[in-house]
Nanobody
Framework: QVQLVESGGGLVQPGGSLRLSCAASGIIFSIYSMSWHRQAPGKERELVASISRGGRTAYPDSVKDRFTISRANDKNTMYLQMNDLKPEDTAVYFC?????????WGQGTQVTVDP
């Protein structure tokens, strides 16, 4: 059974930091392209960061220079370090794994940025 489990969300003040984790099981993690997505109330789900199985990363302009995606294949885990958080970063954050025709999503973790 494939599982992607996010953790690390919470409430933080503007300018603060959080590190999200996505623990994978039931897949050969190292061959999967991984990514973080977020969805705010009333908005479409959007890509936040991606990392290829070779370690190449990509970010949209909205989070570039603030967020850093990484992966530890020996731990079957992906991370998202989020710095200088803003109220507009408030959303449910999801991890996703893709390989070929297979795509898996986690259940999401809430991040709230509020004074």
């Amino acid at each position: 059974q494939v599982q992607l489990v996010e953790s690390g969300g919470g409430l933080v003040q503007p300018g603060g930091s959080l590190r999200l984790s996505c623990a994978a099981s039931g897949i050969i993690f190292s061959i999967y392209s991984m990514s973080w997505h977020r969805q705010a109330p009333g908005k479409e789900r959007e890509l936040v960061a991606s990392i290829s199985r070779g370690g190449r990363t990509a970010y949209p302009d909205s989070v570039k220079d603030r967020f850093t995606i990484s992966r530890a294949n020996d731990k079957n885990t992906m991370y998202l370090q989020m710095n200088d958080l803003k109220p507009e970063d408030t959303a449910v954050y999801f991890c996703r794994g893709r390989y070929g025709a297979s795509t898996y999503w986690g259940q999401g973790t809430q991040v709230t940025v509020d004074p």
